[in-house]
């Protein structure tokens, strides 16, 4: 089976550009989670869907980003427009609800440079 | 609520020596906890996982983890290190729905040869 799939995996882009990030989850799984790495701040949660319904986007940073998922197999990060503070690497991460003892379970991740 | 607290953000051990990476939690309710892995430039991989079954928990690599509710600990050992450990080690807790999942600041792991 396929894991999560991200795309791209790294993305170099200059300051005000908008940068968008995509996620795959894994076929059935019905809740996605985006976080952020950075060494500064390690890993950061930014916005969770469950059927495919925002329902925590406390920890986005700012109106400069949004997220989407139109459908169970798709989920899209936007950075608009984007700062050199927004480099880090963006995972997305899937998990069933109904077995939430199974974890979640995470994708290689989006390497995004902003200079 | 629920949270988790890795002590030591960095740990060294020799090659050969034993593995003590320690996680405390806080959970007002039984709690699902678990240990994922990630490798240099890589995603996170799940380790092991708790879920109320054995209290001591075999994973993947030679590594296992004991939930002590007394203690509120899931400290994650392994007898002899190799130095493919060499890595950063996140301790996670979540909530029986799966919707409050939280990660702690994470321990990197250095194997010395």
């Not at chain 1, 890993?43 to 869907?49: D, N, P």
């Not at chain 1, 936007?78 to 199974?102: H, M, W």
């Not at chain 2, 806080?26 to 996170?44: A, D, R």
């Amino acid at each position: 089976d396929a894991g999560v799939i991200q795309s791209p995996r790294h993305e170099v882009t200059e300051m005000g550009q908008e940068v968008t990030l995509r996620c795959k989850p894994i076929s059935g799984h019905n809740s996605l989670f985006w976080y952020r790495q950075t060494m500064m701040r390690g890993l950061e949660l930014l916005i969770y869907f469950n059927n495919n319904v925002p329902i925590d986007d406390s920890g986005m940073p700012e109106d400069r980003f949004s997220a989407k998922m139109p459908n169970a197999s798709f989920s899209t990060l936007k950075i608009q427009p984007s700062e050199p503070r927004d480099s880090a690497v963006y995972f997305c991460a899937s998990t069933q609800l109904a077995g939430a003892n199974n974890g979640q379970f995470f994708g290689p991740g989006t390497r995004l440079t902003v200079l | 609520a629920q949270s988790v607290t890795q002590l030591g953000s960095h740990v060294s051990v020799s090659e050969g020596a034993l593995v003590l990476l320690r996680c405390n939690y806080s959970s007002s309710v039984p709690p699902y906890l678990f240990w994922y892995v990630q490798y240099p430039n890589q995603g996170l991989q799940l380790l092991l996982k708790y879920t109320s079954a054995a209290t001591l928990v075999k994973g993947i690599n030679g590594f296992e983890a004991e939930f002590k509710k007394s203690e509120t600990s899931f400290h994650l050992t392994k007898p002899s290190a190799h130095m493919s450990d060499a890595a950063e080690y996140f301790c996670a807790v979540s909530d029986r729905t799966g919707n409050q999942f939280y990660f702690g600041t994470g321990t990197s792991l250095t194997v010395i040869p």
